[in-house]
Nanobody, 115 residues
Framework: QVQLVESGGGLVQAGGSLRLSCAAS????????MGWYRQIPGNQREEVAG???????QYADSVKGRFTISRDNAKTMVYLQMNSLRPEDTAVYYC?????????WGQGTQVTVSS
């Protein structure tokens, strides 16, 4: 089992920045990918950014050049630095951890960008 706890959401004006943090605990040794997803009510959850154990990183096209995902060496924390935020980035952001046969989610943190 893996537990994920997000923090760092909030209200920010367009053009501003926020940094999301995700603390992971439990059976971390078998996690192969961690990442961030977001969801707007009525829409499907979409992947924002992901990082593998090998350090391979991918971003959604909509956030490339603005968001940066990182992970600490102990692999207990994953971060999402969000710059140049836009109103369309408003969503609940979820931390995600994947093992070979299991996927885990945090409880989500609200990010609201005002215009």
């Amino acid at each position: 089992q893996v537990q994920l706890v997000e923090s760092g959401g909030g209200l920010v004006q367009a053009g501003g920045s926020l940094r999301l943090s995700c603390a992971a605990s439990g059976s971390l040794f078998s996690i192969n990918t961690m990442g961030w997803y977001r969801q707007i009510p009525g829409n499907q959850r979409e992947e924002v950014a992901g990082i593998t154990n090998g350090g391979r990183i991918q971003y959604a096209d909509s956030v490339k050049g603005r968001f940066t995902i990182s992970r600490d060496n102990a692999k207990t924390m994953v971060y999402l630095q969000m710059n140049s935020l836009r109103p369309e980035d408003t969503a609940v952001y979820y931390c995600n951890a994947r093992q070979l046969y299991s996927t885990y989610w945090g409880q989500g943190t609200q990010v609201t960008v005002s215009s």
